[in-house]
Structures are given as C-alpha cells and as structure tokens.
C-alpha cells in the first residue's frame, strides 16, 4: 500500500510541475523569443560593425609550424651546453615546473621556453607597439599589462609524435596576426643561433668564412705574382735586380700553392659536411610560415547564440516555479502569519 500511496505522490509532483510550467508557459515562451531575438539582434550588429567597433569581432587564429629535433639533445648535452654560458642563458639547465629545463630537457621545451621569457613578448610588444594598439594604460604598470595581453593570444603547442612546434596568434587583423607569428619565429630561429645548438650549421658557417677568406688570399697571391712577373720583364730592359725580384716570385709561388692546397682542403670538408647535414634533420627547421587566414577562428557565434537561449529558458523555467512559490505562500494562512511575525 506505500508503494501504490508513493507512486501516487510522485505522479501527482510531476503533474503539478507540469501544470507549474503551463500556467507560466507565456512568461516562459516570451522570455524565450526576447532572448532569442536579441541574441540574434546582436549577432547580425556584431557582425556588421568595423572590427574595432563590434562587440564581438570576427577573430583570425593563423599559425606557424616547425621541425624541433630532440634527438640531438639526448644525453644531457643541450644541458651541458646552457650549464656553461652563465647568466640567464646558463641558469635554464636548472628549472623546473613549466617550460623549465630539466635533467634530459629537449630543444622542443627549450624553444617552449623561450615563447614564454618576457624577452621575447617585450620584443613583440615593441615590434608591433601593443601598447597603444590594445590601449593599455601608459602610467599603469603598461610592459606588465601589455605581456599579459601577449601571453593569452600568442600560443605554442608541441606535438611529441611528429616533433613539430605550432605558434599560433589571435587577432580582429589577419595579416597583422600573421606578421606577429612570422616575427616570432624568425626571433626563436636567431636565438637557436645565438645558442649555438646546431654544430653542423656553426661549422658550415665557419667552412664558408674561411673558403671565401681563403679564395681572396689566393686572388691576392695571384695578382702579386702576375706584378712581379712584369716586373722581371721590366727589370730585364732596364737592368734591374733580377735575382731579388726572383726570391719574392718564388715566395709568391709557395706561398699561392700553399693556399691553394688549403682551399681544396676546406672545399672537400664543405662537401663531406654538406653530405652530413643532409643526412642529419638540423635542430630547428621552419616547415611553414604563417599565412593570413581568410576564415575566421572565431567567435562562434550560432553557439553563443544556442547557449544564451537555453540560458533563457532555464532562467524563465526557474522564474515559473519562484512565482508559483511566492502564489502559494500568499495563499497559505500560517506562512502569512509567519512572514508577519518575522517582520514584526
């Protein structure tokens, strides 16, 4: 017999819910539509204003991605490395939390890292003068403020199976987005280079220094011996001192032959390293630079408008039962006196 009373009681809830909700159901449905419409009112303004006039602006996301190579970081060389260049530099081989470089750390944090140092944000903040664009406050904290800023719309994603980094940028301005992604990436790729990681590419470098060094001492050589050779011709009508200006040809010649040998030497370590590089994956690799986006990232506004209207219709549904509360204690005799007794 409880069980039969309790179904009953709960059918006979339901019901009254039920019944809460049709009395209530023209607040609930205007509600609804005046919410729904406005929604859409203010979609359709946001969307025809100037970007910087829009209450919700058309916001463009577009990205960079590069090659990180971790595996010439393994053995704790990249650590050994920061470890002996002192000062800042030096001090990353001893983080931890976040972006730190740990015992075993990788080239891929490293470059995490560095999008996360206030030297790189301040360098964007001064590239692309943030200050002013975002209207920041010049007497109140502004480099402070304008990384804040940096820091919630530039984004570095590392993707440990393909080793590929993405650095992304929001902004109401593609092209503008792009030239911010762009510039950062050519500031990581200067500071790899500034670090010194890629060996390869440091002793190319050298390699092409010396060769053309090298190439110029030879041409130098050439034209002096080419002067002393006209010079033996003139001595030789004139009477001059032939057996001297023959020292310093022989000179020239060992000196020039000498030079020669060490080209060919450094032509031949140019191509055996050349083999290597191509060979190796080098450290930090630009896969593809940003381009301005021609779809937007966001907003999206079919589900804000989506969630704002069932916002509405749980906001005018709790309303319909308040109300419905409030009737029935005006009815109800002893929660009158209550209330009045309370007052008193």
Request: net charge negative; proline share 3%; hydrophobic share 45%.
């Amino acid at each position: 017999m409880s069980e039969e009373k309790k179904t009953e009681n709960d059918e006979v809830s339901l019901i009254d819910l039920f019944a809460v909700l049709w009395h209530r159901k023209v607040m609930i449905i205007v509600i609804t539509l005046i919410v729904a419409i406005g929604i859409v009112i203010f979609s359709i303004i946001s969307i025809v204003l100037p970007a910087e006039k829009s209450p919700l602006p058309n916001l463009y996301t577009p990205s960079a991605l590069m090659l990180i190579n971790d595996e010439s970081s393994q053995g704790g060389g990249l650590q050994s490395l920061l470890g002996g260049m002192g000062g800042s530099m030096g001090s990353l081989a001893s983080l931890a939390g976040f972006g730190g470089i740990k015992t075993g750390s990788t080239y891929s944090e490293l470059a995490v890292f560095l999008i996360e140092t206030n030297s790189l944000r301040d360098s964007v903040v001064d590239e692309f003068n943030l200050i002013e664009r975002y209207d920041i406050d010049i007497n109140k904290s502004p480099r402070a403020k304008s990384r804040d800023a940096l820091r919630k719309l530039l984004t570095a994603e590392f993707d440990n199976k393909s080793g590929v980094l993405t650095i992304s940028f929001t902004d109401m301005e593609p092209e503008f987005a792009k030239n911010v992604v762009n510039f950062v990436v050519g500031y990581l790729e200067d500071r790899f280079g500034e670090l010194g990681l890629d060996k390869n590419k440091i002793e190319a470098e050298n390699l092409e220094i010396n060769l053309a060094n090298t190439f110029r001492e030879i041409l130098r050589l050439e034209e002096e011996a080419r002067r002393l050779e006209h010079s033996v011709a003139f001595a030789t009508l004139s009477g001059g001192n032939i057996p001297t200006i023959m020292t310093d040809i022989s000179r020239i010649t060992m000196e020039l032959e000498a030079m020669k040998q060490v080209y060919t030497q450094l032509r031949v370590q140019m191509e055996l390293l050349r083999v290597t590089m191509a060979s190796e994956t080098p450290i930090f690799q630009i896969l593809e630079l940003a381009e301005a986006p021609d779809r937007k990232s966001g907003p999206s506004r079919g589900l804000i408008s989506v969630i704002v209207i069932l916002a509405a219709v749980f906001l005018s549904v709790f309303m319909a039962f308040a109300l419905n509360a409030i009737s029935n204690i005006r009815k109800d005799p002893e929660a009158m006196a209550k209330l009045r007794k309370t007052n008193d």
